[in-house]
Every structure is written in structure tokens, then in C-alpha cells.
């Protein structure tokens, strides 16, 4: 069952950086996605404070990272036998998060016009990567 849910929340990943491409793709090419993307980052900047959620929600990736490194560093001192598979998830959740962090600071809406769609899919493709990590470390320290 657990291996089920890993496998459906690695393919859910993979189909969300794959619609972010796409979403990109579609940006650039067709104009009646690139109004519609205009008309929602409008939409957005006008209705919600989008750098204050951007802030916090970069805010909690790093914290939950940091966590994640400290309960790996953590089990690894203690002898807990780790495998390759948790390092392997590790490291590709630092990279992510560190995608993350630089796409949303280092981008904009004129760099980007899709940038708050792209922003928010990173975001959660972190954040199941961080749920993942978890579960399988809190798993392997029992």
C-alpha cells in the first residue's frame, strides 16, 4: 500500500512539472492562453498579496527542509542503517527546494507570464517531495 502511494505521488509530480511546461509552452505560442494568464496575473496581484504568500510559503519549504536534513543528519549519528533511496531523496528535496527558491525570487510575471502558475506548481511538487521524505525517514527510524 505505501508503495502505491509513493509511486502515485512521484507520477503526480512528474505530471505537474510536465503541465508546468506545458502551461509555459502555451504561454508563449498561443495568445488566447497568454490573455487569459495576463488576465489571472491581474486577477491575483489585485486580489491577494501575492509577495507576502510567496514569503511565507518560500519560508515554510526551507523550514520543512531543514527539518528533513536535521532528522536525516539525526538518524544517520545514531547508527540507523540508511539506504541509498533516502540519501537519493534527500538530495533531490534539497535541489527542488533550492529550484524553488531561486525560480521565485530570481523571476518575475514580466520574465515569466506564467510565473504564478509555474511558482505554485514547484511549490507543490516540493511540498509532496517533503512529505514523501518524511514519511519514508520517520519510517526507516522506527
Keep these: 500500500m505505501k508503495k502505491i502511494l509513493y509511486r502515485l505521488a512521484t507520477i503526480l509530480q512528474i505530471f505537474l512539472i510536465i503541465t508546468a511546461y506545458v502551461i509555459q509552452t502555451l504561454a508563449m505560442k498561443k495568445m488566447g492562453v497568454m490573455r487569459f494568464i495576463v488576465y489571472?496575473?491581474?486577477t491575483w496581484k489585485e486580489l491577494y498579496p501575492i509577495d507576502k504568500f510567496q514569503y511565507i510559503t518560500i519560508?515554510?519549504?526551507a523550514i520543512l527542509t531543514v527539518i528533513i536534513l536535521i532528522i536525516f543528519f539525526k538518524n544517520r549519528k545514531n547508527g540507523t542503517v540508511?539506504?541509498?533511496m533516502a540519501l537519493r531523496m534527500v538530495v533531490l528535496l534539497t535541489i527542488m527546494t533550492l529550484v524553488s527558491v531561486l525560480f521565485t525570487f530570481g523571476f518575475s510575471t514580466e520574465d515569466y507570464r506564467s510565473y504564478y502558475f509555474i511558482?505554485?506548481?514547484l511549490v507543490m511538487v516540493t511540498l509532496i517531495q517533503d512529505i514523501k521524505c518524511f514519511?519514508?525517514?520517520r519510517?526507516?527510524?522506527l
Excluded: E, Q, T, W
Design 139 to 141: 519510517k526507516r527510524a
Design 135 to 137: 514519511v519514508y525517514l
Design 119 to 121: 511558482s505554485f506548481i
Design 59 to 61: 519560508s515554510i519549504l
Design 82 to 84: 540508511l539506504d541509498k
Design 40 to 42: 489571472m496575473n491581474h
